[in-house]
């Protein structure tokens, strides 16, 4: 079946630190990636998202980029801020099947 | 609204009581999700609706959650006799449909089971 394993947290940085949340997938066929993020007392919201392979997902200065030969799609910021403070949640979702299937969540504390 | 609206946001409610949860999903879309979310057990799916038939409901954790969707539109999710391992929040999301398609997801329902 469907498994994401995400990177444990918590992750606690520095304001301008760079950003990595590793995520791996294991998926028959070829899946559509997701990061999703739930910032404090909000409800889940599309961060960003890739449907093949080598396709690169950006938003807010995220980016992820869907990797196949390693089934990854790890989660980069060059520069976080405090307003990226979060829980981050990488999904996917497979061809014929739509739901998602979700990782354990990253929180992630930035320090001004 | 433009979003996916949950109702209530918050139902407390004693054990062995039966309650509804709703989703009303944005207009247009024809996919309906619900998933759960708790501390021990991280995101779960529930079932999915397309139109208002349910093509998948393994996720459903056993004979007391039931759902339907009428209209190809709102949602109701039911748990009977509620046990204390309920107690979660309750997610409603919607989609055009299609895997690559993202789902958009409502505020959500609090259930405490006392």
């Known amino acids: 079946g469907n498994s994401v394993t995400q990177m444990e947290g918590p992750v606690t940085l520095s304001e301008e630190a760079f950003l990595t949340i590793n995520c791996t997938y294991t998926?028959?066929?070829?899946?559509?990636l997701f990061w999703y993020v739930q910032y404090p007392g909000e409800g889940l919201q599309l961060l960003l998202k890739?449907?093949?392979?080598?396709d690169k997902g950006s938003n807010k200065g995220f980016e992820a980029t869907y990797r196949k030969e390693t089934t990854s799609f790890h989660l980069e910021k060059g520069s976080v801020q405090v307003s990226d403070s979060a829980v981050y949640f990488c999904?996917?979702?497979?061809?014929?099947?739509?739901?998602?299937?979700f990782g354990t969540g990253t929180r992630l504390t930035i320090i001004p | 609204g433009a979003g996916v609206s949950q109702s209530p946001s918050n139902k407390v409610t004693e054990k062995g009581k039966d309650v509804e949860l709703r989703c009303d999903p944005i207009?247009?879309?024809?996919?309906l999700y619900w998933y759960r979310q708790s501390l021990g057990q991280g995101l779960e799916f529930l079932i999915y609706?397309?139109?208002?038939?349910?093509?998948?409901k393994s996720g459903l954790p056993s004979d007391r959650f039931s759902a339907e969707r009428t209209g190809g539109s709102v949602s109701t999710l039911t748990i009977q006799r509620t046990q204390q391992e309920d107690s979660a929040v309750y997610l409603c999301?919607?989609?055009?449909?299609?895997?690559?398609?993202?789902?958009?997801f409502g505020d959500g329902t609090r259930l405490s089971i006392l």
């Open positions: 998926a028959t066929g070829y899946p559509s």
């Open positions: 609706f397309q139109g208002n038939s349910a093509p998948d």
């Open positions: 999301a919607s989609s055009s449909g299609g895997n690559n398609q993202p789902q958009h």
């Open positions: 207009s247009g879309h024809t996919a």
């Open positions: 890739a449907t093949k392979a080598d």
């Open positions: 999904a996917l979702s497979n061809f014929g099947n739509e739901k998602l299937t």
